[in-house]
């Protein structure tokens, strides 16, 4: 049973490169200063600092060395711990499975299983836990889509003989981010993030989504592997997991760090000065160790992400991995259409040029030198993807499985006009 009682303290595990279990990494302890603001502390173990091949939780942040590391922003969690802990999903999940809604931040750190994204782990105790060896199976599915639906609807979990074992199987794959209901199974020896349908989609998300991944593979994007799967008569779509690699020891794990932490962002709309892709690549051309070939990857994300109009693009859907010690960007993931009313002026998430987060070529230009693109390189890049997603987007669509009732949903989100207005024309807009 889930305590009621707020932690506020918590040990941080990571698994080192090329390892497969946890050692302590040091200490997090989260604390309200005298103005009553949340402030977080980190420290490093000095055990920690004396392996040869530690590596830091976050080379910006959090560098490795026997200082105190201190964050007000996001609640005082740091970005890094942040982004292993459970979203909208998890939490509800957890909430559920404990039957009450107040938790702290670090109670979601501890209380949410050990398949979170990228390296971390966190407990009370100074000696981490034993790796995790069973996953859910594929096999389990149908089950876990049910469970997930009960908790959608709110419903109780259902009642039955094994009611408990059921619950462990929906806790075992919460502590993944975003909002969409989903879990984590293992399939022979690969892990995947199975996305579930909701009853608010107004399509079919998983055919959708796979479609957009499969599209972005044909515009030379570095993307996730997709699948569909259909279980009790219902779509899911599976992701594999680019944080994992199974060995004959268990499994690898990169560390990971969203472009939210990256920027040093704040996670609400009212709040996301920070939100920029042209910050982003100052950001990536620290941290990555092929800042030439990741800055264009992201240039050619913003593109497309411009011509399909996914206006989603927040910094929680971009990310940084370290399989080794070196940092790269991650494969691209969440890539969904939207279809605002607008026909002219749709934005992004991220501000994407000097005329902010409008998704126009024209826009995109203004900084591509950034990326380290020449306006003539950046110039064929866009035209080249505009085509492809112009003429292929339905063929794509149709040939993954979308119907044709979806596809004429989703094909006001395709080169929409506003893409490529004429510089005269943008200044009569209010951007
Ligand atoms: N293929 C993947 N491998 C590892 N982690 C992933 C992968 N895809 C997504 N993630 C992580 O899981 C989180 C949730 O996945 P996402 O597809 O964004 O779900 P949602 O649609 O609910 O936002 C992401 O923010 C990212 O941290
Ligand atoms: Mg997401």
Redesign the pocket.
């Known amino acids: 049973m889930i305590s009621r009682k707020t932690a506020n303290q918590c040990y941080v595990y990571i698994t080192l490169p090329g390892e497969t279990e946890f050692v302590t990494a040091g200490k997090f302890e989260l604390a309200t200063d005298r103005r009553g603001i949340p402030a977080g502390r980190f420290i490093y173990g000095r055990s920690y600092l004396d392996r040869d091949n530690a590596v830091a939780i976050d080379p910006l942040e959090l560098k490795l060395g026997n200082k105190t590391c201190k964050t007000s922003l996001l609640k005082g969690i740091f970005g890094s711990l942040r982004?292993a802990s459970p979203d909208f999903?998890g939490r509800r999940v957890i909430q559920k499975r404990s039957g009450h809604t107040q938790h702290g931040e670090i109670d979601y750190l501890l209380h949410s299983p050990d398949d979170r994204?990228g390296a971390l782990g966190f407990g009370l105790n100074k000696e981490p836990p034993a790796p995790r060896r069973k996953f859910n199976r594929t096999i389990e599915l149908e089950k876990l889509q049910k469970l997930a639906a009960a908790i959608i609807a709110d419903e109780d979990i259902p009642a039955n003989a094994d009611a408990e074992q059921t619950q462990d199987l929906m806790f075992g794959g919460t502590s993944?981010?975003?909002?969409?209901p989903?879990a984590v199974v293992e399939d022979e020896n690969t892990l995947w993030?199975a996305?579930f349908d909701h009853p608010d989609d107004k399509w079919n998300d998983a055919r959708v989504e796979h479609a957009m991944l499969t599209l972005a593979r044909e515009c030379g994007l570095q993307t996730?592997e997709s699948k569909v799967i259909a279980i009790g008569g219902r779509d899911v779509l599976m992701?594999?997991?680019?944080?994992r690699e199974h060995t004959d020891a268990g499994y690898r794990r990169g560390r990971?760090l969203?472009a939210l932490t990256l920027l040093r962002a704040n996670d609400d709309y009212q709040n996301r000065e920070r939100w920029s892709y042209v910050l982003l690549v100052e950001e990536l051309r620290r941290i990555s160790s092929r800042p030439k070939t990741d800055a264009s990857e992201l240039f050619r994300r913003m593109i497309f992400n411009a011509l399909i109009s996914n206006i989603d693009d927040h910094p929680?859907?971009h990310?940084v991995i370290a399989m080794d010690r070196d940092w790269i960007l991650s494969?691209a993931?969440?890539l969904t259409p939207a279809t605002p009313i607008s026909a002219e002026h749709r934005d992004l998430a991220l501000e994407c040029g000097d005329m902010g987060r409008f998704a126009n070529a024209e826009n995109l230009l203004t900084q591509c030198e950034r990326f380290y693109l020449t306006p003539d390189d950046a110039r064929n890049m866009i035209n080249q993807m505009e085509v492809i997603v112009r003429d292929n987007w339905y063929a794509v669509a149709r040939r993954e499985g979308v119907t044709e009732k979806d596809c004429d949903k989703i094909s006001a989100a395709f080169t929409y006009p506003g893409f490529r207005l004429e510089a005269a024309a943008l200044s009569d807009l209010t951007l």
């Open positions: 982004d999903w994204a993944m981010g975003g909002a969409r989903k993030i996305k996730s992701v594999k997991r680019f944080d990971m969203s929680r859907n990310a494969p993931y969440d």
